[in-house]
């Protein structure tokens, strides 16, 4: 009998790429995609396409009732500008949603025990440790401490590309023929891809790196 899991899936590019690989791993995977009230919700649209491809039990849970308590960031505030430019600390601070990964963590280990899965896939990446803290190992490390003990039943949390950037992601992506079309990075919910916003420009330099075109349409590329 395959072994559970469960994998955090927004959609984009890399919890696509880690639900493939769990996929590709043989675990027998249920995927759990998340509406706090993003303006990227278009997003879910990507997940649920390709979960009914792969065959993938796939949950969006509505949790829009928390976007209130969210507020401060571009990704949930309306009145706030999605960040231009290059991928940076400095500009993409606006991104950061309060406690955002505590609280799907917690609602995903919730749903694992529920399941009878043993693991909790998210996709946390290097590229992101000085941006979000919530990506950091420290806190994985630290959230692996506390859901071993949280419920009768033990569960771990597994970043599989912890130690990678973007790059790397997509380089192991396109090693298994992953077509990143079927993905969606733009924090923008827009028809197209901004091709402005700090997400799109670190997609198309993890492209550019890879010697690939990415595959997505764009409105504007600079």
């Given at each position: 009998?395959?072994?559970?899991?469960?994998?955090?899936?927004?959609?984009?590019?890399?919890?696509?790429?880690?639900?493939?690989?769990?996929?590709?791993?043989?675990?027998?995977?249920?995927a759990?995609?998340?509406?706090?009230?993003?303006?990227?919700?278009?997003?879910?649209?990507?997940?649920?396409?390709?979960?009914?491809?792969?065959?993938?039990?796939?949950?969006?849970?509505?949790?829009?009732?928390?976007?209130?308590?969210l507020?401060?960031?571009?990704?949930?505030?309306?009145?706030?500008?999605?960040?231009?430019?290059?991928?940076?600390?400095?500009?993409?601070?606006?991104?950061?949603?309060?406690?955002?990964?505590?609280?799907?963590?917690?609602?995903?280990?919730?749903?694992?025990?529920?399941?009878?899965?043993?693991?909790?896939?998210y996709?946390?990446?290097?590229?992101?440790?000085?941006?979000?803290?919530?990506?950091?190992p420290?806190?994985?490390?630290?959230?692996?401490?506390?859901?071993?003990?949280?419920?009768?039943?033990?569960?771990?949390?597994?970043?599989?590309?912890?130690?990678?950037?973007?790059?790397?992601?997509?380089?192991?992506?396109?090693?298994?023929?992953?077509?990143?079309?079927?993905?969606?990075?733009?924090?923008?919910?827009?028809?197209?891809?901004?091709?402005?916003?700090?997400?799109?420009?670190?997609?198309?330099?993890?492209?550019?790196?890879?010697?690939?075109?990415?595959?997505?349409?764009?409105e504007?590329?600079?």
């Amino acid at each position: 009998m395959k072994e559970k899991v469960v994998v955090i899936y927004s959609g984009g590019m890399d919890s696509f790429t880690v639900l493939h690989r769990a996929v590709r791993e043989g675990y027998d995977v249920y995927a759990l995609s998340f509406n706090y009230g993003q303006r990227h919700s278009k997003e879910l649209e990507y997940a649920k396409s390709v979960c009914e491809e792969l065959g993938v039990p796939h949950q969006v849970t509505d949790i829009t009732a928390v976007n209130g308590l969210l507020q401060g960031s571009s990704l949930t505030s309306s009145n706030i500008e999605v960040a231009e430019g290059h991928y940076a600390a400095e500009n993409m601070k606006s991104t950061v949603v309060p406690n955002r990964n505590m609280i799907l963590l917690s609602l995903a280990v919730g749903y694992a025990v529920s399941l009878g899965a043993g693991k909790v896939f998210y996709g946390a990446h290097s590229g992101d440790h000085t941006i979000y803290p919530d990506c950091r190992p420290e806190f994985v490390h630290a959230m692996n401490s506390v859901t071993q003990i949280a419920n009768f039943e033990p569960v771990e949390i597994v970043s599989p590309f912890l130690d990678d950037d973007k790059t790397g992601i997509l380089k192991y992506g396109l090693a298994i023929g992953l077509d990143y079309a079927k993905s969606w990075t733009c924090y923008n919910g827009r028809e197209k891809a901004c091709g402005k916003c700090g997400s799109c420009r670190e997609r198309l330099e993890a492209f550019e790196v890879n010697g690939c075109v990415d595959p997505l349409i764009y409105e504007q590329l600079a």
